[in-house]
């Protein structure tokens, strides 16, 4: 269990709407990630943070921000959802002992979003 | 630029088969890392195993195996006598040490894996 939740775990929206989905973590890694998921793409990155108010973006960024005001908590937002954002959202964090040059990264529970 | 290709979009086999799951990647970095992933139906992604670029010895976990081939770019999985907890999706993923401080990874497309009682 590597301690990360997230918020909602499902939610259904119209079009045009904001949403914002919550990730947080309690053992104050420093790089959280957000991904989603989609049939036939396997994960894409959408943006990634390397500490509080130090983000940037993925490779599927368009339509998305995020904030990350403290360590533990990563906030994505859609600012006006579309169907094409329907998907299951997923956090990660990166995890790695001191002195490796690589990390693993441990996934919350997922975010199913539906937008109608 | 990094690339996974997990060529099997499904596989089912009966119980107690064995089953191999290939992952092939491309890469132009030297040093890199390789990952697996499950995902069981519940939907959460677990993680399995890392493998560092220059690290070619193969790894054993209970009825897990994981064969790292540098020469064909490959690192496949192997499930020993399959059990129907077994039945997820798998995903391969590779990272390049030179991919910048937050270490991008890239995931192939995922195996679903249907072990039949």
């Known amino acids: 269990d590597a301690g990360i939740t997230q918020s909602p775990r499902h939610k259904v929206t119209e079009t045009g709407t904001p949403v914002t989905l919550r990730c947080h973590q309690t053992?104050?890694?420093?790089?959280m990630y957000w991904y989603r998921q989609d049939p036939g793409h396997g994960l894409r990155l959408i943006h990634y943070?390397?500490?509080?108010?130090?983000?940037d973006k993925g490779e599927v960024s368009d339509g998305y921000s995020v904030s990350r005001s403290k360590t533990e908590d990563f906030l994505l937002t859609l600012e006006s959802a579309t169907s094409s954002q329907t998907s299951v959202y997923f956090c990660a964090i990166r995890v790695g002992l001191s002195g490796q040059n690589s990390y693993e990264q441990y996934f919350g529970p997922g975010t199913r979003l539906t937008v109608t | 630029a990094q690339k996974v290709t997990q060529a099997q979009t499904e596989i089912s086999v009966v119980e107690k088969e064995d089953v191999t799951l290939d992952c092939v990647y491309e890469?132009?970095?030297?040093?890199?890392?390789l990952f697996w992933y499950k995902q069981p139906p519940s939907g959460e992604l677990v993680f399995l195993i890392r493998r560092n670029s220059f690290d070619e010895q193969n790894e054993i976990s209970g009825r897990y195996s994981w064969n790292f081939q540098k020469s064909t770019s490959s690192f496949n999985f192997t499930i020993t006598a399959s059990q129907v907890v077994d039945s997820a999706v798998y995903f391969c993923a590779l990272s390049e040490a030179g991919s910048g401080g937050y270490q991008k990874v890239t995931f192939g497309t995922g195996t679903k894996l249907q072990v039949i009682p």
């Open positions: 053992e104050n890694h420093r790089y």
């Open positions: 943070s390397y500490g509080v108010k130090d983000t």
């Open positions: 890469t132009r970095d030297t040093t890199y890392y």
